[in-house]
């Protein structure tokens, strides 16, 4: 029989998650979110409950999905006292997608195993289409006995599946995915700005791109939308900034001067400074054009 699941933070992840698990028939029995409308929204659409706090998260389901939105957030939900995923939370499993620091899942995974409940790092390298149709790129973390427990799950949501090792090594994992993934947008924003500069044909300069050395994933996903300044939200930039500053302080950590890094950290620091940080990361490029935004 398969397991029951809830979720905690149901934006636009999350509750794309939800849908996604509900139609591979699995009972999403509770939503929880911040945002208490989101949730009470998404409850009505998939026939969940809108559970009021976060022990009556855990009280409802064997597994529970975490979405949400940084560190703070994460250590929020998992308080030793008061309202808390920990209340009642014996035999429960965590999988916890948020893009986080190493250190904030090993504490996360430490304070569960005290209560008698198992965590796995469900690090996600994909977007809102991607949650929708069940074919994210998942990397995990943690037990693998746990990781083994929830893999038919897992499959349900993802098209490439890696058991990456203990806790904290997935999300090492995904800082450097992102960190380079953020790099290449702060550089080809660069590129096409420095070719509208100069008076080219970007469609017929990302073309160029695309067939030699600077091509990219980035190019696909955001060259176009950094040429027509359409900038909806997919990964924003405030997340952009959040997500390479924890691949910079790791290579702080690691006694490492990364440059391209730090570059890029400011450029999205600066987005989030200009009041930029809700839209797309290809708005990056609204720093790098003549006559844009900044």
Sequence with gaps: MKPTIAFVGVGRMGANMARRLRDCGYAVTAVHDAHASTAGALAAEIGARHAPTLAAVTAAAEVIFTVVTDDAAQLGIFTENGDSLLAGARDKIFVNCATITPATHIEIEQRARAVGAATLEGCMASSIPQARNG????????????????????????????????????????????????????????????????????????????????????????????????HACFFSAAHAAKDSTIAWRLGVEAGLHLPLAAATKLQFDRMVALGLGGIDKSGVAELTFKDRHA
């Design 135 to 230: 074919t994210l790129y998942l990397m995990c973390g943690g037990s693998k006995e746990t990781f083994e427990h929830v893999r038919p799950i897992l499959q349900s949501l993802s098209s490439a599946l890696h058991y990456i090792g203990p806790t904290g090594q997935a999300a090492r994992v995904k800082a450097l995915v992102n960190m380079v993934m953020n790099i290449n947008t702060a550089a080809l924003a660069e590129g096409l700005g420095l070719g509208h500069a100069m008076g080219l044909d970007l469609a017929l300069l990302r073309e160029i791109f695309l067939q030699t050395g600077a091509n990219s994933q980035v190019l696909k996903t955001d060259g176009e939308d950094m040429q027509n300044r359409d």
